[in-house]
């Protein structure tokens, strides 16, 4: 059989083909893209790390291959015909054959399973786990710089010509602008941007356009989002009251901050997770420790010992999740079925936030969850004296107060002279100034734990947490075995009041020595600039995940992101200028064929607006777009339908001016039973879990609300009228009634698509808005507004090449 | 893979028997079922990390053969007094006033020994099976040969909002998805003009915790229940203003159907773009069809007179039973109806006066309740469509305060009654002990009663889904709506 590549090649297909040929098989088979993932998946469950069913274990090659009670082995490197697990999978008994559940095994999967076994069935150890390498870029300068290409396109280049996969053409200078407009700052370009990027065809030019973009303060607002959308930002607690969080507002404008100022993201991390346990804490730390308060919070729990350890598994689970691509919550009840993470490392990792204190006890604690925050450059020491200040006069003038009052208590309002009376004035209002001084300075949403010494923790059988807990089963803090680190160093913080359990672990997540911690987040900043991560599955890098498709690349961007300081701009600024960022979104039919969910890069992927994209994009274009930063939410209107489903209708919902619901979306308050339509229309991230990777839904529903829903009528509106006033004010003469209709709908397409409109265009507008005015009730202006209406639903307005 | 040399049949600590059974119940079932593993659930289950699927609801084959199609859970939000209504406790009413050792836990903590308020309404025996039914439900009561009540019930939590959150999604957290998200996503609708998971609520107001009881969390929105509303325009944004008249509307449709096919000619792989097209399409017509289903002049007097729609009374709580069953005759495959909203004494949540609180909510839904069981039965739809009465808990046998006759809330042991697909009629299953105060459990040494999680797993199995193996891939776990550890459905019950 011919071992070149036909029109109709598929990879696995091909990976047969040279199967069953005999040629070449170790080179074929990858242990960690094709064998791994199956072994996982269809084995793991019952052969893996939590069970060994018949003493097999399948998750290393010592057991795999180890001889069972049975005297079988499941794998004999180098034999096939010896191997019990080949004849097992191959039965055609169902009562032998495996695995039990499902499909058996394709004939594909199995011929891959034999050749890995006659290669001597490799086994390294699970990518993600291995330290990160520094791979060479595999094109020399020379080449690249001819070709116009950085190293990323290096990794990729030559991934694609050894897979016979053409490389992409760039995408059209206009496409570019709006994708890359989008991707930084989630906003459209301006025209004024749009026609200076066209017209600039000296060198330079898309760099320039690249660090305009990274410089804009829109930039922090949308990664921002990414990040909230991780930590499963929320400004009110869930459950029966569904009640706010004190200033959680703050945390989300620290992280627009944090990216808008390219803070090292290993500093980002430190201060999310031990800000409050650094020497003199700024304000900027305390605040980003507002992470440990965003999520769940039941303020009425039936069982509270459960409550209590439901949200330190909220915890482990987001910080597992979000810092480290790892699924360590399912160790909470038994060893993980698939990963290597035994229930140990669950509870030694719980074991870093065993001591923090709880959000309260029915009420919340501002002591526990809330702090005054020291000026910019001012430290905690300053805040304390002059809390101390605070209490100080408070407590005088309270004494004050009740000592008169007491007096008025015993003897009767004639006990009081004038005097006395004009006294508890004063007091009265002293008190009240100094509440008012003491409510000016900011506070903020913070962690707090209970002191310097911590609690025992201990492994809970099944996760029961009334389990009695044993001796044996104490665990330490500690990171997961399987990473290799050494056991933690910890240090109690006395001036933060802390166990310093937590600076242990911040310093270990942002090492550069973490295997995981810069792979996943350079790979979430990939994934978000091209709708897919390198790993597909961003949250979890464990077995169960997906094998990067360039993992040479991954690392080279891991190692290369720690080099430069953790900077995230630096990043981004590399990957937006590789021409594989600038490809077109069309490819050639060849490569859509042999690799159409376009793993290999060969274009690039269009996608559909965001909902805070499409809905901030709806008021740039009406022209109504506040770009106003930072600052407690705001309250879009919310349709009295909507609020009906609440049990008191607009509980916890206020009223924002005009101007301050037309601000980014991201500043909308996140009141997790009540989101606002059209964003839970476009598949907003549920804020009650940790959301790596948002949906796409295409449904009726969305063209509704797009249509008749009350938002979108209104922006139409507004649309149309900028539109006219805009058109018209350029006419330099007054023209027919369709001369000015063309007009408008010219400057409709230009405003909304930031391009120019095309004579057809114009003229269907045109033929459309004629159109309407004979329908029943429709003036000439509404007319125009529906046409406008008509734009913003238009799948150029909301979708990216 | 075990190569073993234990009997070839065990596997996974069940014999290959008990697992066929398990997993499939028949050959049929299981090859479908393998069938699903490999393209229906293998897609859904990867979507979350982004790999495209396609028509979310298209309707879908379940794992089993189905006994019903459709559910109406017809939710007594508040909690209903069980001692009240269904489970009859004749100890109890001598004991009325008098103080006695019972456990309880409810809104106001644990309670070693209370007030016993007698059961306020006198209990008679209906039908054949001579079912006890209390004076609050007359009309019910001529059903209850159709009925299986689970006396037995048990949830995690005595408080409203954790309470409903596990009635409605399995978890006392929210962030998971709702039993209507998990039957529409295992089944899909069989009606794309209509949603699949229809909420109806109380005129008072929604539930506690409002939108979460209704939430398909880390589902898709796809999933999610749609609020319809039994006057004015049924669904959010269905009626176009009026300043934007229908011939106006079809004219825009066209219009953007002309511009968005120009835009595909180039992009003509990008399938989004072609659903978007289509969902255009389909808005139009859920628009000119929807209405249509909540429309109800084409109901005969007779009919709207069975659910009591003349009666002021009953004229709500009927007109959304009604409502119920001609979405359901639609296809719709999940109905939820609340009876009761808001707070205290607008919902079943009798604190105060009991009779006052039971009189009211019981006499607005027992004939709309009945009708619609009769109704479903004469036009043969009962066979096809699971009907759930019940609260987020039940209530208890003793006073909550010194004075009256208000009850707490009572998550230890509560009634849940089923009629319809694949439900066998006139069964009473499990029991309170004599009180009424906790399940006790069917064999001495076993774990009292049916947890919720066993109620989800009856309504999946009657609609052929297998509550083990429905699952979704998420946060590395496949999740299922009744957790990890395997749950059987309530077996006694079913038909």
Excluded at chain 1, 399 to 421: F, V, Y
Excluded at chain 1, 430 to 440: M, Q, T, V
Excluded at chain 2, 54 to 80: D, T
């Amino acid at each position: 059989m011919p071992l070149v590549c036909s029109p109709w090649h598929r990879p696995a297909v091909a990976a047969w083909i040279v199967l069953v040929s005999g040629a070449a098989s170790s080179a074929a088979v990858d242990f960690q893209r094709d064998v791994q993932p199956l072994l996982a998946r269809r084995c793991y469950a019952c052969h893996g790390p939590d069970e060994q069913e018949s003493g097999l274990r399948l998750d290393g090659r010592a057991a795999a291959s180890a001889t069972l009670d049975s005297g079988q082995r499941a794998i004999v490197p180098g034999d096939p015909a010896a191997s019990a697990m080949l004849s097992r999978v191959t039965s055609n008994d169902p009562d032998l054959r495996m695995p039990p559940e499902g499909e058996p095994l394709s004939a594909t999967q199995v011929e891959m399973l034999r050749a890995w076994i006659v290669a001597g069935a490799d086994w390294p150890e699970h990518w993600a786990f291995r330290p990160v390498s520094r791979p060479d870029v595999p094109m020399d300068d020379a080449a690249a710089h001819d070709d116009g290409l950085n190293p990323i396109d290096a990794f990729i280049t030559v991934a694609l010509d050894r897979r016979g996969l053409q490389r992409p053409r760039p995408a059209p200078k206009a496409a570019l602008l709006r994708r890359a407009t989008y991707s930084v700052t989630g906003l459209p370009p301006t025209e004024a941007e749009m026609r200076d990027f066209l017209g600039d065809e000296s060198p330079g030019a898309w760099e320039r356009v690249v660090d305009r973009l990274l410089a804009s303060p829109h930039y922090g607002e949308h990664w921002a989002r990414h990040w909230l959308d991780l930590v499963r930002y929320a400004d009110t607690n869930s459950f029966e009251r569904d009640g706010g969080k004190p200033h959680a507002w703050r945390y989300r404008d620290y992280v627009i901050r944090a990216f808008n100022h390219d803070k090292p993201y290993d500093l980002f991390l430190v201060e999310q997770v031990a800000g409050d346990e650094l020497p003199n804490p700024s304000s900027d730390a305390l605040v980003a420790t507002g992470w440990y308060r965003l999520g769940l919070w039941d303020d009425e729990p039936a069982d509270k010992l459960q409550a209590r350890f439901d949200w330190l598994d909220d915890l482990v689970s987001t910080a597992g999740q979000t810092f480290l691509g790892l699924t360590i919550n399912c160790a909470r009840c038994h060893d993980h079925k698939i990963d290597p993470l035994p229930q140990r490392d669950y509870y030694a990792l719980l074991a870093f936030f065993h001591n923090i204190t709880p959000m309260g006890d029915r009420q919340m604690n501002p002591d526990f969850i809330e702090r005054a925050l020291p000026d910019e450059g001012g430290s905690l020491a300053e805040v304390r004296d002059h809390e101390e200040e605070i209490a100080r006069r408070r407590n005088e003038a309270r004494a004050n107060i009740k000592a008169i009052e007491r007096r008025l208590e015993e003897h009767g309002p004639q006990a009081l002279d004038d005097l006395t009376r004009r006294d508890l004035d004063t007091w009265k209002q002293l008190l009240a100034e100094i509440d008012a001084e003491d409510r000016k300075r900011p506070r903020g949403l913070v962690v707090t734990e209970y002191g310097t010494e911590a609690p025992d923790t201990f492994i809970l059988f099944r996760g029961n947490p009334h389990a009695e807990p044993a001796t044996e089963h104490r665990v330490t803090p500690g990171f997961p075995r399987i990473l290799g680190a050494a056991a933690p160093t910890i240090v109690p913080v006395p001036e933060a009041n802390s166990s310093g359990r937590r600076t242990a672990l911040a310093r270990w997540l942002a090492s550069a020595e973490n295997p995981l911690t810069a792979r996943v987040m350079v790979n979430r900043v990939w994934q978000h600039h091209f709708g897919r991560g390198i790993v597909r599955s961003p949250s979890n890098f464990g077995l169960m995940g997906d094998p990067p498709t360039h993992p040479e690349l991954l690392d080279w961007l891991a190692s290369e992101f720690v080099a430069g300081g953790w900077r995230l701009k630096r990043l981004h600024r590399l990957i937006l200028l590789s021409a594989a960022y600038r490809a077109a979104t069309t490819g050639d039919e060849t490569s859509a064929t042999r690799d159409p969910l376009n793993d290999a890069f060969w274009r690039f992927d269009p996608r559909r607006l965001s909902a805070e994209e499409l809905r901030d994009s709806i008021h740039v274009a009406s022209g109504v777009f506040n770009p106003k930063m930072y600052g407690p939410g705001v309250f879009p209107d919310i349709p009295a339908e909507v609020k009906a489903g609440q049990s008191k209708p607009g509980d916890g919902w206020g009223t924002s001016p005009t101007a301050e619901q037309c601000r980014r979306s991201v500043y909308i308050h996140v009141k997790r039973s009540l989101i606002t339509p059209i964003l839970a229309d476009f598949d907003l991230a549920d804020p009650d879990t940790p959301c790596p990777v948002r949906f796409t839904t295409t449904q009726p529903t969305q063209a509704l609300g797009m249509m008749n829903g009350s938002f979108l009528q209104g922006q139409a509106r507004l649309f149309a009228a900028r539109a006219r006033q805009e058109a018209l004010a350029a006419a330099t003469q007054p023209g027919s009634a369709d001369a000015d209709t063309a007009r408008i709908v010219r400057r409709v397409i230009e405003i909304a698509l930031v391009r120019r409109a095309t004579e057809a265009e114009v003229a269907r507008g045109v033929a459309l808005v004629n159109r309407l005015e004979e329908a029943d009730g429709v003036s000439p202006s509404r007319a125009l507004e529906l046409y406008c209406l008509m734009v913003l639903n238009m799948n150029e307005f909301a979708y990216l090449d | 893979m075990p190569p073993t040399d234990r009997p070839a049949g065990q596997f996974c600590r069940r014999t290959r028997r008990e697992f066929l059974w398990q997993a499939g119940g028949s050959f049929t079932g299981l090859a479908l079922a393998g069938l699903l593993d490999q393209t229906f659930f293998a897609r859904q289950t990867r979507a979350a990390d982004g790999t495209p699927y396609a028509n979310p609801l298209a309707a879908k084959l379940p794992h089993l053969a189905p006994r019903a199609k459709s559910v109406i859970f017809l939710f007594m939000y508040g909690g209903p007094s069980h001692v009240d209504t269904f489970d009859y406790k004749p100890a109890l009413y001598p004991l009325d006033g008098q103080t006695v050792k019972v456990k309880t836990k409810g809104r106001g903590g644990e309670r070693s020994e209370s007030r016993v308020v007698g059961p306020k309404w006198k209990f008679s025996r209906y039908g054949q099976c001579g079912k006890w039914v209390s004076d609050l439900f007359p009309h019910v009561a001529r059903h209850v040969d159709d009925i299986a009540f689970v006396h037995s019930m048990t949830a995690d939590s005595p408080i409203h909002g954790s309470a409903m959150l596990q009635m409605n999604s399995g978890k006392i957290q929210s962030g998971a998805p709702c039993l209507g998200s998990w039957v529409t996503y295992g089944l899909g609708s069989e009606n794309e003009n209509l949603p699949g998971f229809v909420v109806m609520l109380d005129p008072t107001g929604g539930p506690i915790s409002g939108a979460k009881n209704w939430a398909s969390g880390f589902m898709p929105a796809t999933y999610q229940g749609t609020l319809l509303r039994s006057k004015g325009p049924p669904i959010l944004d269905l009626a176009p203003p009026d300043d934007m008249p229908l011939e106006a509307q079809r004219a825009l449709l066209d219009a953007l159907r002309a511009e968005n096919t120009a835009h595909l000619l180039s992009r003509g792989d990008n399938t989004e773009l072609a659903a978007r097209i289509a969902a255009y399409e389909l808005a139009w017509k859920m628009q000119e069809h929807a209405p249509e289903a909540v429309n109800l002049a084409r109901e005969t007097e007779e009919t709207k007179r069975l659910y009591g729609l003349d009666t002021p009374r009953t004229a709500d709580f009927g007109r959304r039973c009604l409502l119920a069953r001609r979405l359901v005759e639609r296809g719709v495959r999940f109905v939820q109806l609340y009876s009761g909203g808001a707070h205290n004494d607008d919902n079943w949540d009798a604190h105060g006066d009991l009779v006052k609180n039971h009189e009211f909510h019981a006499g607005n839904t027992d004939q709309p309740v009945a009708a619609l069981l009769t109704d479903l039965k004469r036009s043969g739809l009962l066979d096809t469509t699971l009907v759930i009465w019940g609260g987020e808990f039940g209530r208890q046998p003793t006073a909550e305060y010194a004075e009256g006759t208000g009850r707490d809330h009572n998550a230890l042991g509560f009634t849940m009654w089923m009629a319809g697909g694949g439900i066998k009629g006139g069964v009473s299953v499990g029991e309170t002990d004599e009180l009424g105060s906790a399940a006790i459990a069917p064999v001495e040494g076993e774990k009292p009663g049916f947890h919720v999680k066993r109620l989800h797993a009856t309504v999946l199995h009657c609609l052929g889904l297998d509550p083990n193996r429905l699952s979704y891939f998420f946060g590395g776990l496949d999740q299922k709506l009744v957790g990890v550890e395997p749950v059987e459905p309530i077996r006694e019950v079913l038909a």
